[in-house]
């Protein structure tokens, strides 16, 4: 069973420049959600996707954005970005309520 | 909200054993998640605990006290390969769904 897959698994960015990112979850997990990992602040989350609806969203401004296929495959959208926002961005998935989510390799995002 | 606290960094000796220790306060706790996540890869699955009491999994044990908002991560027979940050994570509900929290990670260093 393949695992949760993200592309790109690097990028380079300049700051006003937009960025989308996608993930791949695991066959059959409708449920995906987006992290930002940085070294100082740990594992933020960002928003979780639930059969195409955002079910959850955490503490970050409208730049980021994303959205969720038919499909289950979903994709991470930030505008204007920032240097701050250099991170890496993780997607994981899961089964279920109470399952443990399974994360890709994420991508390694970095701004200049 | 919710607040997770765990050790920032802990030093052990390859074959000893190491407690990882993880406080929380949170309303509609589910349960505990624990992940390992070596350095530049993504976070791994290691256990989930709802009730109160010892998991073992090998060399890893997890154990939860729900009334004292407490758990901790137990390494047994350490190995060089144990070095990585050990993340642990609150499930709760809130808002009619059930959401994840991460703490900031503890990163243990295994020395010889």
């Known amino acids: 069973k393949a695992g949760v897959t993200q592309t790109p698994r690097y990028l380079i960015k300049t700051r006003g420049q937009q960025v989308t990112l996608s993930c791949s979850p695991i066959s059959g997990h409708r449920s995906v959600s987006w992290y930002q990992q940085t070294p100082g602040q740990g594992l933020q989350f960002l928003f979780e996707?639930?059969?195409?609806?955002?079910?959850n969203k955490g503490n970050f401004p409208g730049r980021f954005s994303g959205r969720q296929f038919s499909n289950s495959r979903s994709e991470m959208n930030v505008s204007t970005l920032e240097l701050g926002d250099s991170a890496l961005y993780l997607c994981?998935?899961?089964?279920?309520?109470?399952?443990?989510?399974?994360f890709g390799d994420g991508t390694r995002l970095s701004i200049l | 909200g919710q607040n997770i606290d765990q050790p920032t960094e802990m030093t052990a000796t390859e074959g000893a054993i190491v407690q990882i220790n993880c406080t929380y306060q949170t309303s509609g706790f589910n349960g505990l998640f624990w992940y390992q996540q070596h350095a530049g890869e993504a976070p791994t699955f290691l256990s989930y605990n709802v009730l109160d009491g010892l998991e073992e999994k090998g060399r890893f044990s997890s154990f939860l006290s729900r009334s004292k908002g407490y758990s901790y991560l137990l390494l047994k027979e350490l190995q060089m390969k144990d070095s990585a940050s050990y993340l642990c994570a609150v499930s709760f509900n809130s808002g009619g769904y059930q959401k994840v929290t991460f703490g900031t990670g503890t990163k243990l260093q295994v020395i010889p």
């Open positions: 996707y639930f059969s195409e609806t955002q079910r």
């Open positions: 994981a998935s899961r089964a279920g309520t109470d399952q443990p989510q399974h």
